[in-house]
């Protein structure tokens, strides 16, 4: 009985060592501070905020199945540093296929390829002056209960297609994915070196039940020398009434060594609404190292929220349909690992 517990012990740690090299976990993450003082015109408030922004710990791993053919995976979570505490599984979680020849496919909750693109060419984005404050449209979320296709690059064109089968939270309480509440996004991108350009389009019943039929994003971005210069455009067309919006920015960036001086302008337009949100911001980021960086931004809006397309932990100026100006100026810091 001895020897046989003892042959069991060396045999388990024998092949611990293999087991773990076996399982090829990674543990990643960005943590994200910034302390912020804000003018609310609209109700007379000034105060000295602090906010944890967009900050996330994930854990993600492969398995080479052979032939090109892998097996991939990720739990990613949000975390608000400044509050102690977060959401289990909250971001970008999925299971799924990669083949060099054929492309991905992953199901759980992943970001939509409408907002992808976006992501691609924000230069605040996850600050508190995100390009989401103005350009956010229905689609540009993360799709729950999803598949998720992309492909391969061919010499710089890739497709990205998803379907969420219901994109309503209420779906996830183990009831059943029963409600007619799907919707699908797709979306085409080119980069060839220092050029970027997406267009995405996002339809379906999910879409139609906070009255919008069908949505369009068309993203670009192009460097030159130490310059890059980026556009976004936005078409949300209602299901019924007149209540189509569109929206538009543009932005640049000039690189100094670690230095980084930025600036965008946003505007959005709402058939028929006299609370039309509007951003200017200009910004400097010093980079430490490759993983660590310190800024600085002004941001001054109308009809916004500061933070509310960051998925921070706080919301500065919520008022929407007043005329008021809301402005901020915030000091950050970004750590990645």
């Given at each position: ?6 042959a ?8 611990a060592p293999?087991f ?5 976990v990674d543990?990643y993450?960005k943590l994200?501070?910034?302390?912020s003082l804000?003018?609310d015109?609209?109700?007379g ?5 602090f906010?944890?922004?967009a900050s996330?710990?994930g854990?993600k791993?492969?398995e080479d199945?052979g032939?090109g ?8 979570t ?6 102690a505490?977060g959401?289990?599984?909250?971001r970008?979680?999925f299971?799924?296929?990669?083949s060099?020849?054929?492309?991905t496919?992953m ?5 939509t390829p409408?907002?992808?693109i976006g ?9 508190m ?7 956010e449209v229905?689609?540009d979320t993360r ?11 061919f010499?710089?064109?890739a ?18 994915d029963?409600n007619?509440?799907s919707a699908?996004?797709?979306?085409g991108?080119?980069?060839n070196?220092?050029l970027f350009?997406?267009l995405a ?5 999910a879409?139609?039940a906070?009255?919008v039929d069908r949505e ?8 030159f020398g130490?310059?890059?210069?980026v556009g976004?455009y936005?078409k949300?067309?209602a299901e019924t009434?007149s ?5 538009w920015l543009?932005g640049a960036?000039?690189t100094?060594?670690?230095v980084?001086?930025?600036?965008n302008y946003m ?5 028929g ?12 980021d ?5 993983r ?7 941001a001054?809006?109308e009809?916004?929220a500061?933070g509310?397309g960051?998925?921070g ?6 008022c929407?349909?007043?005329g008021?100006?809301?402005s901020?100026?915030?000091?950050g810091m970004?750590h990645?690992?």
């Amino acid at each position: 009985m001895k020897k046989s517990l003892i042959a069991l012990a060396v045999a388990g740690v024998v092949s611990a060592p293999a087991f773990a090299a076996t399982s090829n976990v990674d543990v990643y993450g960005k943590l994200h501070v910034s302390a912020s003082l804000f003018d609310d015109q609209t109700d007379g408030t000034e105060d000295l905020q602090f906010s944890s922004n967009a900050s996330r710990i994930g854990f993600k791993g492969s398995e080479d199945l052979g032939g090109g053919l892998a097996a991939i995976w990720q739990i990613e979570t949000g975390i608000n540093m400044d509050e102690a505490n977060g959401s289990w599984a909250s971001r970008n979680v999925f299971l799924g296929l990669k083949s060099d020849a054929m492309g991905t496919v992953m199901i759980g909750n992943y970001d939509t390829p409408l907002k992808l693109i976006g992501r691609n060419i924000d230069l605040f984005g996850d600050t508190m002056a995100d390009s989401r404050n103005v350009t956010e449209v229905a689609s540009d979320t993360r799709g729950r209960n999803s598949v998720t296709y992309m492909s391969p690059s061919f010499s710089g064109l890739a497709f990205a297609a998803q379907y969420s089968n219901a994109m309503d939270a209420d779906a996830t309480t183990g009831a059943g994915d029963k409600n007619d509440n799907s919707a699908w996004s797709l979306n085409g991108t080119y980069t060839n070196g220092p050029l970027f350009v997406g267009l995405a389009y996002s339809d379906g019943d999910a879409l139609e039940a906070v009255n919008v039929d069908r949505e369009w994003r068309l993203a670009a971005g192009y460097s030159f020398g130490n310059f890059k210069v980026v556009g976004q455009y936005d078409k949300s067309d209602a299901e019924t009434g007149s209540s189509d919006f569109d929206s538009w920015l543009l932005g640049a960036a000039y690189t100094m060594g670690n230095v980084v001086l930025k600036a965008n302008y946003m505007d959005g337009d709402e058939d028929g609404a006299s609370d039309d949100p509007k951003q200017w911001t200009i910004g400097a980021d010093y980079n430490l190292s490759k993983r660590t960086t310190l800024y600085a931004l002004y941001a001054d809006g109308e009809h916004i929220a500061f933070g509310g397309g960051a998925g921070g932990s706080d919301r500065i100026g919520s008022c929407t349909t007043c005329g008021g100006d809301v402005s901020i100026f915030s000091l950050g810091m970004v750590h990645t690992f």
